[in-house]
């Protein structure tokens, strides 16, 4: 049993360049999320999608876009990294919007030089 | 006054100690609360849900005071294992009004 796997596991990027974080989940859960952890800031949300074909922005969804094309897929991209966008990113999912019970992935570490 | 507040620690205990951690939220429309463990370098996982009557997990008792807003974790007879950083999660309605707290790190050492 899979859960949720995330692509790549680490990356170093040039910025400028565009990226794009891979998410799949095969419980079926209608919601997802990303949200990159920085040291001494936690867990902030990016974007969000409370079902397949819907999307929401998070606290900090600027230079960042996200599809959900079907239930399994959540897709993350960088158009244009900048350094300020290194971090570790998670990708979760839930069973309903809006319950606390996330089940994560175990993080894309990304670095932008 | 930030939403979610927790102190970051570190707390060092020694195996065997009870150990509490504390966490303050500010939105008083706040309906649910979670309490997740991360390892380091690893992701966040549920620990457990908070419940308005407390619950009780083997040696963690989570417990709510919504009129202080603040909820609780109490861990027993502290475990080698237990060393984690433990964040607090308050739902306040909505996919996007799930915030966590910044962590609260403990080491248990032998």
């Known amino acids: 049993i899979a859960g949720i796997t995330q692509a790549p596991t680490s990356q170093i990027l040039a910025a400028g360049r565009r990226m794009t974080l891979r998410c799949t989940q095969d419980?079926?859960?209608?919601?997802m999320y990303w949200y990159r952890q920085d040291l001494g800031l936690g867990l902030r949300l990016i974007h969000y999608?409370?079902?397949?074909?819907?999307?929401g922005k998070g606290e900090v969804p600027d230079g960042y876009s996200v599809s959900r094309a079907n239930t399994d897929d959540f897709p993350l991209t960088l158009a244009s990294a900048v350094p300020s966008q290194t971090s570790v990113y998670f990708c979760?999912?839930?069973?309903?919007?809006?319950?606390?019970?996330?089940?994560f992935g175990e993080g894309s570490r990304l670095t932008v030089l | 006054r930030k939403e979610v507040e927790q102190d970051p620690g570190p707390f060092n205990v020694p195996e065997g100690a009870t150990v509490a951690f504390n966490c303050t939220y500010s939105?008083?429309?706040?309906?649910?609360f979670f309490w997740y463990r991360q390892d380091c370098r690893k992701e966040p996982k549920l620990l457990m849900s908070?419940?308005?009557s407390g619950n009780e997990d083997g040696r963690f008792t989570a417990q709510l005071n919504r009129a202080s807003q603040y909820i609780s974790l109490l861990i027993r007879d502290s475990k080698l294992s237990d060393s984690a950083t433990y964040l607090c999660?308050?739902?306040?309605?909505?996919?996007?009004?799930?915030?966590f707290g910044k962590g609260t790190k403990l080491t248990v050492n032998p």
């Open positions: 999660v308050v739902n306040q309605g909505g996919s996007e009004k799930l915030v």
């Open positions: 908070v419940y308005s």
């Open positions: 979760a999912s839930s069973d309903e919007a809006g319950t606390g019970e996330l089940f």
């Open positions: 999608s409370n079902t397949a074909g819907t999307t």
């Open positions: 419980m079926r859960h209608n919601a």
């Open positions: 939105n008083s429309a706040s309906q649910s």
